[in-house]
Every structure is written in structure tokens, then in C-alpha cells.
């Protein structure tokens, strides 16, 4: 098995995570720095779900065909990562919200334009 096969996940999540920052820092539409913040969240969740991971874990149930700790997989990052989805929609609802109000507000998305305009 080569290094990088074994190591395929955090390499989407980083590259998921840096196509989001580029996203943000380059593009000035307002929705396409949204979606960049949405990426970089997604790649996130991603990288602490692939940390929890382990090859051939078990549940985290105590049982007679599970006693082994060592090959149980820590429910703990996909609880937080259940947390971060919802905490993650209610965060992007809010920003498209916002950006329809300035859209509404300014007549544009581009925010090299709306750091020129005054209220």
C-alpha cells in the first residue's frame, strides 16, 4: 500500500480546505466567498471524522464480540462534527440572508463595489 493511498482522506479534506480559502481570499461575489467559507467548513468536518477513523473499528459498544479498546472507533469526533453540520447550516442560512439583504440594499454582489459605497 503506497503513502499516499493510505493517507487519501486528509488529503481531500486539506484540498477541500484550501480550495475554500482560495475561494475567499481571490473571488469578490459575495456568494462565491460564501460557498468558499461552506468548503472550508465541509473539509473540516471532514479531516476530524478521518482523525477518528480507524481501519476495522468496532462500535463504541461494549460487548462480548467487542472488548478490545484499542479497535473501538471515539464517538467523541462525531458527535462534535453532528454539532459543527448544524452550527454550519444555521451559519450559511444566515450569510445567504444577509447577502440578499445587501444585494437588496446595494443592487450588487461584488464586494469590491459595496467596500466603495456608503450607507
Known amino acids: 500500500m503506497s503513502f499516499l493511498s493510505s493517507y487519501i482522506h486528509y488529503v481531500g479534506c486539506f484540498s477541500l480546505i ?3 480559502l482560495y475561494v475567499v481570499l481571490v473571488k469578490p461575489n459575495l456568494i462565491k466567498v460564501i460557498i468558499g ?4 467548513d465541509t473539509g473540516v468536518n471532514l ?3 478521518a482523525v ?9 459498544i461494549f460487548s462480548e464480540a467487542a472488548l478490545q479498546a484499542d479497535k473501538m472507533v471515539d464517538p467523541v469526533p462525531q458527535a462534535l462534527v453532528l454539532t459543527a453540520i ?3 447550516v444555521s451559519v450559511l442560512a444566515l ?6 439583504r445587501v444585494y437588496g ?5 461584488d464586494l469590491r463595489r459595496i ?3 456608503r450607507w
Open 37 to 40: 467559507i461552506n468548503l472550508i
Open 18 to 20: 484550501l480550495i475554500g
Open 47 to 49: 479531516f476530524l471524522i
Open 115 to 117: 467596500k466603495g459605497l
Open 86 to 88: 448544524v452550527i454550519g
Open 105 to 109: 440594499h446595494y443592487g450588487t454582489l
Open 95 to 100: 450569510a445567504l440572508a444577509l447577502a440578499i
Open 52 to 60: 477518528g477513523y480507524i481501519r476495522a473499528g468496532t462500535a463504541p
